[in-house]
């Protein structure tokens, strides 16, 4: 069975959400027979390379609040990271760009090191101080570290158009599959799972999609997989304290 996971690097819902699917796949007893493939999202498509802002301020921005209030707010999604085991930088942090993140997705997909790839930039983003954003030899390095050769990971970044075409696939797909929002998860193309979900949800969710075999047309969402926290166009949900 397939799962597809749609997310962004730059979104802490997919970091917390990420953790707490890797946590019901691991105790899945099927777990062997399930391929995860990971599907490119990018909740600032229009955001240039190069140009990141710190965190703080953004959020202050998006959402019509004070510094002192995004930070706290990024203190209540630190804690939710933690309880997963996860690092979790609450200030300096910045955001941009993460086109050419994906596209080095994609690489690490024909590779066979996307999930690897995807840890590494998420630790990368969240826990560490160096930039992600618009830093080709970071990426670079991040890439190696994932278990890519330097020269392949250099050639796609150089290349704006090298999987391109895979990344606005994806993103189209998630469109069509009616995502607004990541993370956003889909079982078998059968049933769909929005959100940082609990663990045990996602147990739930397995289980239903692996015992069932009759298809359904478009996406259902298993019981007790509505409301989990998300990030879309105009912003991630705020942990309340």
Not at 23 to 39: G, Q, S, T, W, Y
Not at 81 to 97: N, Q, V, W
Not at 135 to 157: I, K
């Amino acid at each position: 069975m397939r799962v597809e996971i749609w997310s962004d690097i730059a979104c802490p819902w997919c970091y917390v959400g990420k953790a707490r699917f890797d946590k019901a796949l691991a105790a899945f007893p099927h777990r062997d027979r399930i391929e995860v493939v990971h599907r490119s999202f990018e909740l600032d498509p229009a955001r240039p390379k190069g140009a990141p802002e710190l965190v703080l301020p953004m959020l202050a921005k998006k959402y019509g609040m004070s510094e002192a209030q995004a930070a706290e707010a990024e203190r209540n999604l630190g804690q939710n990271a933690a309880a997963e085991g996860l690092p979790y930088l609450t200030e300096g942090r910045d955001h941009g760009s993460t086109f050419d993140m994906h596209r080095l997705l994609h690489l690490a997909k024909a590779r066979g090191r996307q999930d690897e790839l995807l840890a590494v930039l998420y630790r990368a983003n969240f826990a560490e101080t160096a930039t992600v954003f618009g830093d080709d030899e970071r990426l670079v390095a991040l890439a190696v570290e994932a278990g890519l050769e330097e020269a392949e990971a250099r050639e796609v970044l150089a290349d704006g158009q090298r999987y391109a075409a895979e990344v606005r696939a994806d993103e189209r797909a998630a469109t069509e599959l009616g995502a607004s929002g990541v993370p956003f998860f889909v079982l078998d193309r059968r049933y769909g799972v929005s959100g940082a979900q609990p663990a045990d949800v996602f147990t739930q969710a397995l289980t239903q999609a692996w015992e069932s075999h009759v298809p359904a047309s478009g996406l259902a969402t298993p019981a007790g997989a509505e409301g989990g926290e998300a990030c879309g166009p105009d912003g991630c949900e705020v942990p309340k304290g």
